[in-house]
């Protein structure tokens, strides 16, 4: 089995850590644009999609620490992240339906196994969608900047599709985890300025 220096293992941490910053956000800012149980299943995609990427993360570290090879820890990265980003595709779909906020309503091998394709599909078409939502949401209310962001981030998901095929060496696993946290510092960013332009709607409101 290939081994991995241990300063790519511990930036598999980067991007997760950088994803729940902007989750924190985005969880925020649905509830002020729709209601608390849309936020409430961003929370819950949200702590999904980290554990998934925690534990694949954690995998590699302590494999690469020699350890131990806790194979589980990787493999059910597929089955928390792909519902999560399809919960997450739900809950953004049905914020971008209102306006203003209203009452409750592991590392990619060249051969994936056959059981992981469907997980993989609904992983990337859902997580592409939520992306692309939320930089709609973001240009509807004029928040460029946070549209910018979340554009960056379909980006680097289409980049990261396109690195998936071929030979896993060391260098692309690099160059793919680096893709991975620019995109999830577009998500960042867009989650932060969205939310803090909705915050400062919310108060002009109260204060009229």
Request: charged content about 15%; hydrophobic content about 55%; some cysteine.
């Amino acid at each position: 089995m290939e081994s991995y220096p241990l300063g790519l293992a511990v930036f598999d941490f980067v991007p997760v850590s950088v994803f729940l910053v902007g989750a924190f956000f985005l969880v925020r800012s649905v509830r002020l644009l729709r209601n608390t149980a849309c936020s409430r299943m961003v929370m819950a995609a949200s702590l999904l999609i980290f554990s998934g990427g925690f534990l694949k993360a954690l995998w590699k570290i302590l494999f690469t620490v020699n350890v131990g090879d806790y194979r589980w820890m990787s493999e059910v990265q597929f089955m928390l992240v792909a519902p999560g980003f399809f919960a997450l595709l739900v809950a953004v779909i049905l914020t971008s339906r209102v306006g203003s906020r209203s009452e409750p309503k592991g590392i990619l091998m060249p051969a994936i196994a056959g059981w992981k394709v469907p997980l993989l599909i609904v992983m990337t078409l859902s997580s592409m969608g939520a992306q692309g939502i939320l930089a709609y949401i973001a240009f509807q209310r004029k928040v460029r900047l946070a549209a910018v962001g979340f554009i960056m981030a379909f980006l680097c998901l289409v980049a990261m599709g396109a690195l998936a095929s071929g030979t896993q060496t060391v260098a692309r696993q690099w160059l793919e985890e680096s893709i991975n946290t620019v995109g999830q510092i577009g998500f960042a960013l867009g989650s932060f300025l969205l939310h803090r332009s909705l915050r400062a709607e919310s108060t002009d409101r109260r204060c009229v």
